[in-house]
């Protein structure tokens, strides 16, 4: 699944094409019912004729937010992506299938928005995991997952007293699984979390009680610090993401602990392990993570 650099990486080429398009039809693939779960009366009322005003994220979730009052909720999960073809542009992000650049509808397309001006956006999901709902842009935010979710971690006003507050609700637990639940932290996977906990000297499978307050600080900094630069490299070349002009984020490239394993740690030079904490393939310094 993609982490808050790739979606943000998305958010942005979207920005660059969409807003100002307005919608001329919608068409849904009747065999995949959850890709696209809203109602025909509600499309031709609020999507059709509609135009998109902005794109916006909340966590790992996009927003296409609409004229009619209306906005676009989407999350990618393992295999989506969102292709927009039209006015001799070409620009596809998410799951890096041949779909990204082959000739669409195909048969992983479940959405198909094509709008006045002849452009179009698809939606693709391999796996069917995901999904794109049309709501009131007023009750957005009323949805389960936004009302549990926890703070984006690079807003302005979340502090590091924040962040300690928020980790302190999952004391008994590893620090990782911690980073990973989203209704502690918006938008951290397991690329984000490795890579900031070798940043700050944690051990990733250390509880949460057992972490010195100077130690959640710096992560709180690392943590910041390795999400920015994903945002600014793109996002990364994981196995499942490209960003919106089809092209492989380049974190991955700046990588220091993140499927580095058999490899030298660049600050020591003691090898890079991999095990599993928190349910996930976890890449770490034995030398240097020691809390």
């Known amino acids: 699944m993609p982490e808050l650099p790739e979606v943000e990486t998305l958010r942005t080429g979207l920005t660059r094409l969409l807003p100002g398009r307005a919608v001329a039809a919608v068409v849904s693939q009747a065999d995949a019912p959850k890709s696209f779960p809203n109602a025909e009366s509600d499309v031709r009322a609020f999507l059709v004729g509609a135009s998109v005003t902005e794109v916006t994220r909340r966590a790992k979730v996009l927003i296409i937010v609409l004229s009619s ?28 299938s041949h779909s990204l650049v082959g000739e669409l509808p195909d048969r992983s397309t479940r959405v198909t928005i094509t709008f006045k001006d002849g452009s179009k956006l698809f939606f693709n999901d391999q796996r069917k995991f995901g999904w794109v709902r049309l709501m009131p842009t007023a009750e957005v935010m009323n949805l389960d997952f936004f009302r549990k979710v926890g703070p984006e971690p690079l807003a302005d006003n979340f502090s590091a007293a924040d962040f300690a507050g928020r980790l302190k609700r999952r004391a008994r637990t590893s620090i990782k699984a911690a980073l990973l639940d989203q209704t502690v932290i918006a938008g951290v996977g397991n690329i984000y979390a490795d890579e900031s906990l ?3 000297k944690i051990h990733p499978a250390t509880k949460v009680a057992d972490v010195p307050p100077a130690a959640i600080k710096k992560l709180y900094t690392a943590l910041r610090a390795v999400l920015t630069l994903g945002i600014e490299k793109g996002g990364s070349s994981n196995h499942t993401y490209v960003d919106a002009e089809g092209k492989k984020g380049s974190y991955m490239s700046f990588a220091s602990v993140f499927r580095r394993e058999g490899k030298p740690c660049p600050r ?19 030398r240097c993570q020691i809390i």
Do not use: N
């Not at 009052?69 to 620009?91: A, C, E, N, P, R």
């Open 268 to 286: 020591c030079g003691t090898t890079i392990v991999k095990s599993r904490v928190a349910g996930r393939g976890t890449h770490t310094c034995p």
């Open 198 to 200: 070798w940043a700050a």
């Open 69 to 96: 009052g209306y906005s676009l909720v989407i999350h990618l999960k393992m295999t989506g992506q969102l292709v927009f073809d039209g006015g001799g542009k070409h620009f596809g992000a998410g799951h890096p």
